[in-house]
């Protein structure tokens, strides 16, 4: 039995769906005459960015169908989990076919996911591809470098994406999960559902409620605590993503960030660090279009769930 997920949301859940057999069959199909469109869930060489991130392909239950018979036979089987989407396909893509399955689960996979998914997967690009933020449309007040956020007297710092990124933590925590410093194991923990207040929407009110809700705040925390410092953006409508700051001004006040199930990084959605006049405000960040604000919370206090 395979399952389908539509890899775009940061926060929220993904959309995902189960195909049929006669649906397995035609992806078998598709899959092995060309096998070079599929991924690795974790490829090294593909930083996933923020959006659109191809279809994930997992078989969630074994049984005596197509795909599991024909895949045995293999002489080099198919994995059990795999992305679809991030290498380009020199015949009908694997992509366009999983879309089309989507219209079983309805309206969830909305016309401006459709348009997303339409645009290709983003991969970030290297340290030598980057992207001259003057040239980025989707950047909000490039030319504003000023520091926003307060400096709080007794800050909690760690650039712990490694700790993140092992293989037993990457795939089950999220953005929240790294904004709060807390491997949770929770792969769509999501703000104010700690605190006991859901969220209603996906706007910077909603979100915002939520946060303070779980015991974040607007301002810095008093001289016994050691603060965490994250900034909240929003795909209005559809998801959130949050930034957590790693080092202090001596450093560059460096910021991180986790895009869902995949690998904690230090660049924006341009490949450049986020730091050195560069912060959550004026970054390249895609369709999370509005900034929500700062918010500090106690290190040793805040979890997320």
């Known amino acids: 039995m395979l399952e389908v997920e539509l890899d775009i949301f940061s926060g929220m859940p993904n959309p995902k769906w189960i195909l049929s057999e006669s649906e397995e069959k035609e992806l078998l199909d598709i899959i ?6 599929i991924s690795p869930m974790y490829a090294p060489n593909e930083v996933i960015g923020l959006g659109y991130g191809g279809f994930i392909v997992r078989e969630i239950k074994t049984d005596e169908g197509i795909w599991n018979r024909t895949n045995r036979a293999l002489e080099i089987s198919i994995p ?3 992305r679809v989407g991030s290498k380009p396909a020199k ?3 694997a992509t366009e076919w999983l879309l089309k399955t989507s219209e079983k ?4 996979v909305t016309d401006e996911l459709r348009k997303a998914v339409a645009k290709d997967v983003k991969l970030v690009p290297s340290s030598n591809e980057v992207v001259d933020l003057d040239t980025y449309t989707n950047s909000e007040s490039i030319e504003d470098l000023t520091r926003r956020w307060s400096v709080c007297p007794w800050n909690y710092l760690d650039k712990n994406a490694y700790a993140f990124n092992r293989p037993e933590n990457i795939g089950v925590n999220n953005c929240y999960c790294f904004a709060a410093n807390h491997l949770a194991g929770i792969r769509y923990a999501r ?3 700690r605190g ?5 929407g996906i706007n910077c009110s909603e979100v915002r409620a939520g946060l303070l809700a779980d015991g974040w705040k607007d301002s810095c925390l008093g001289p016994s605590s ?3 410092t994250i900034a909240c953006v929003v795909w209005p409508g559809n998801d959130y993503h949050f930034y957590r700051l790693v080092t202090n001004e001596s450093e560059g006040s460096l910021w991180g960030h986790k895009r869902g199930g995949t690998a904690a990084r230090y660049t924006d959605e341009c490949g450049h ?3 050195c006049g560069k912060t959550p405000e004026n970054i390249c960040r895609e369709g999370y279009m509005d900034f929500c604000g700062y918010f500090y919370a106690d290190n040793a206090l805040i979890q997320v769930k």
């Open 191 to 193: 703000p104010g559902r």
């Open 80 to 82: 059990r989990e795999f």
């Open 226 to 228: 050691w603060t965490i």
């Open 196 to 200: 006991g207040r859901e969220l209603n």
């Open 32 to 37: 092995t005459s060309e096998r070079t469109q």
């Open 273 to 275: 660090n986020i730091c």
């Open 105 to 108: 689960i309805g309206n969830e």
């Open 91 to 93: 015949q009908a893509p």
